[in-house]
């Protein structure tokens, strides 16, 4: 019976037939990586599979600028993968005994969309992987902008695909989905079917901590890299304004309000586009230099505490309302969306961009070669260290479950546990072997200068590149540093300057991934929710000067009494149950 179409009344409902299912299925399929003698469950031909080992031809492609047509054929059409080399910590695990997998099956995948693919079922990447696998995938992606409600929707109908990508998009997160049988808890079963997950999250304490509940559960298949990504968002310098305005780069709060005013006196009409993507208010950067942090962060004794509710909060406001009126702001910061403030970065209006590097480097110098510089977060006193709330612990890109209508679970977990093979790393990272990526003499892969990634048919640039030819957040062993283009393409300084941040920035204050419990996740969410929308209209009124500063002290009390403690106190026991995993 096919339980899709099915409507359920009840999440309950539904976790009690997956849970049959998942008895049914695992009973009756074959388990690969089981090393038992029950013949009924490992036929001869599955045997073979898993003692096949593959031709080495290392010296075929490794450092081979021009493969033939046989040796492309070769690397992008089969599971070799014996020229790539090791080049991290630990090894990646290649166990590729599930593929192809042992029956025709169709998984349905909901993922958000992304401007830079129109359809995500003809990604090259993705077709790839599914003659690999032998398992086929069906996306379904809502417009761009219409996530959230798409998601509701879905969630609210019963009626759910087989995998759901980004699902901490559910109320209360992701383990509340799992709580409320939505998603299928992957526990017992991970061992099994994806025996590359469960070896690469366990060859590092760090990726095993943030993968695993507090309780031991497992949820899902996690992003996680192979090192600590450095940070990727802070204050970005044009050279030319720079060099216009004759002032070093600012270091404290006072040099930047210097350098801002020079800045316009020289012709830049609003010389700080102040804000991340989407008119978010809060970026870490300028609050930060005040301990003002976005939101919940580690205080000097390792307790949680609520960036909006330090002392020197007014003292912030104070400045932004200075700065805002004195026209050093981009006028529309508050509601500017992704498109709106690169056509003002490349514009004579700005001098600064608070962004990242990454996205700049395309934007600014690829495409209207404009040079620029990467600045520190601002401090209050010369000689202080910058600091962030930013830190990356392992896991990075997004994530995936698994959900309680999913037909085939063996399936499913095959097909996402492939990302986290050898092979699906170079895929995944990398793109297609001859046409997106070469292998260097040490088996890594790399982007020659004629690659599609720089030098795209359709004129594409390298921005939007990046997810055409490979995938850039997904849950996989997400090779930041050595595949992103924008970072390692010929003259780009992005990753210089991302790694002089990590490197010369405090971090002490960054909170963990922490998760909560079921009772904790549905108030955690309501009083998150609650306070957010305060913040945001309290902050943004007053730095526009809608309310005086003063206005601070009705905020700060209006959020005690919405149970900012409580608040607290919910973030504080899910921290030190994260310290004793």
């Given at each position: 019976m096919n339980n899709k179409s099915k409507r359920i009344l009840s999440f309950l409902f539904?976790?009690?037939?997956?849970?049959?299912?998942?008895?049914?299925?695992?009973?009756?399929?074959?388990?690969?990586?089981?090393?038992?003698?029950?013949?009924?469950?490992?036929?001869?031909?599955?045997?073979?599979?898993?003692?096949?080992?593959?031709?080495?031809?290392?010296?075929?492609?490794?450092?081979?600028?021009?493969?033939?047509?046989?040796?492309?054929?070769?690397?992008?059409?089969?599971?070799?993968?014996?020229?790539?080399?090791?080049?991290?910590?630990?090894?990646?695990?290649?166990?590729?005994?599930?593929y192809p997998f042992k029956e025709e099956?169709?998984?349905?995948?909901?993922?958000?969309?992304?401007?830079?693919?129109?359809?995500?079922?003809?990604?090259?990447?993705?077709?790839?992987?599914?003659?690999l696998t032998g398992i086929k995938v069906n996306f379904i992606t809502p417009p761009v902008g219409q996530e959230a409600d798409?998601?509701?929707?879905?969630?609210?109908?019963?009626?759910?695909?087989?995998?759901?990508?980004?699902?901490?998009?559910y109320p209360g997160g992701f383990e509340a989905g799992v709580n409320d049988g939505a998603y299928l808890d992957l526990t017992d079963l991970m061992e099994k079917y994806a025996p590359n997950y469960s070896a690469w999250r366990n060859s590092d304490e760090t990726r095993?901590?943030?993968?695993?509940?507090?309780?031991?559960?497992?949820?899902?298949?996690?992003?996680?890299?192979?090192?600590?990504?450095?940070?990727?968002?802070?204050?970005?310098?044009?050279?030319?304004?720079?060099?216009?305005?004759g002032l070093p780069i600012p270091e404290t709060i006072d040099e930047w309000h210097t350098f801002l005013t020079k800045?316009?006196?020289?012709?830049?009409?609003?010389?700080?586009?102040?804000?991340?993507?989407?008119?978010?208010?809060?970026?870490?950067?300028?609050?930060?230099?005040?301990?003002?942090?976005?939101?919940?962060?580690?205080?000097?004794n390792g307790k949680v505490a609520w960036g909006p509710a330090q002392p020197k909060a007014k003292e912030y406001l104070a400045m932004m309302q200075q700065w805002n009126k004195e026209g050093l702001l981009n006028k529309d910061w508050a509601t500017a969306d992704f498109n709106q403030r690169m056509a003002s970065a490349i514009s004579d209006k700005t001098a600064v961009m608070m962004d990242s590097p990454d996205t700049m480097w395309s934007y600014w110098k690829e495409q209207n070669d404009i040079d620029f510089v990467g600045a520190l977060n601002p401090v209050l006193n010369k000689g202080d260290k910058s600091a962030t709330t930013y830190k990356n612990f392992k896991r990075t890109g997004t994530e995936a479950a698994i959900t309680t209508q999913c037909d085939n679970v063996e399936a499913a977990m095959a097909w996402l546990d492939f990302a986290y093979t050898k092979k699906g790393w170079e895929i995944y990272n990398y793109g297609e072997y001859g046409t997106v990526h070469l292998i260097d003499e040490n088996g890594?892969?790399?982007?020659?200068?004629?690659?599609?990634?720089?030098?795209?048919?359709?004129?594409?640039?390298?921005?939007?590149?990046?997810?055409?030819?490979?995938?850039?957040?997904?849950?996989?062993?997400?090779?930041?540093?050595?595949?992103?283009?924008?970072?390692?393409?010929?003259?780009?300084?992005?990753?210089?300057?991302?790694?002089?941040?990590?490197?010369?920035?405090?971090?002490?204050?960054?909170?963990?991934?922490?998760?909560?419990?079921?009772?904790?996740?549905?108030?955690?969410?309501?009083?998150?929710?609650?306070?957010?929308?305060?913040?945001?209209?309290?902050?943004?009124?007053?730095i526009k000067g809608e309310l005086p500063v003063d206005a601070y002290d009705k905020f700060l009390e209006e959020a005690k009494k919405m149970g900012l403690d409580e608040f607290l106190s919910i973030h504080q026991a899910a921290l030190d149950r994260y310290n004793s995993r």
């Open positions: 539904v976790f009690i037939l997956a849970v049959s299912m998942i008895t049914a299925c695992s009973g009756g399929g074959s388990n690969k990586a089981d090393n038992s003698n029950n013949t009924s469950e490992n036929t001869a031909e599955e045997q073979q599979k898993v003692e096949t080992t593959f031709t080495d031809i290392s010296q075929d492609i490794r450092g081979n600028t021009s493969p033939t047509p046989e040796q492309i054929n070769e690397v992008n059409t089969t599971l070799n993968d014996t020229y790539l080399g090791d080049i991290f910590d630990e090894k990646i695990p290649n166990d590729y005994s599930a099956v169709t998984l349905d995948v909901w993922m958000p969309a992304n401007r830079n693919i129109p359809d995500m079922n003809n990604h090259a990447i993705q077709k790839q992987v599914e003659k798409a998601f509701t929707l879905m969630m609210s109908s019963g009626d759910l695909p087989d995998i759901i990508i980004e699902p901490g998009r095993r901590k943030t993968t695993v509940t507090d309780s031991g559960r497992l949820l899902g298949f996690y992003g996680i890299a192979p090192y600590s990504e450095w940070m990727w968002f802070g204050m970005l310098i044009k050279q030319e304004a720079l060099d216009k305005i800045a316009k006196e020289v012709g830049y009409s609003e010389p700080l586009n102040y804000g991340s993507n989407y008119g978010q208010i809060f970026t870490g950067i300028l609050n930060g230099a005040y301990g003002v942090w976005d939101w919940t962060f580690l205080d000097s890594k892969p790399y982007y020659p200068e004629n690659s599609f990634m720089y030098n795209d048919p359709d004129g594409q640039p390298v921005a939007v590149a990046l997810d055409k030819y490979r995938r850039h957040i997904w849950p996989d062993i997400r090779d930041e540093h050595n595949s992103n283009p924008l970072i390692v393409a010929k003259g780009s300084y992005s990753g210089e300057i991302r790694k002089y941040w990590t490197e010369n920035m405090d971090t002490s204050a960054a909170m963990p991934p922490i998760s909560f419990t079921k009772e904790e996740a549905s108030r955690e969410a309501e009083l998150g929710n609650q306070l957010s929308t305060l913040r945001g209209e309290y902050f943004a009124k007053i």
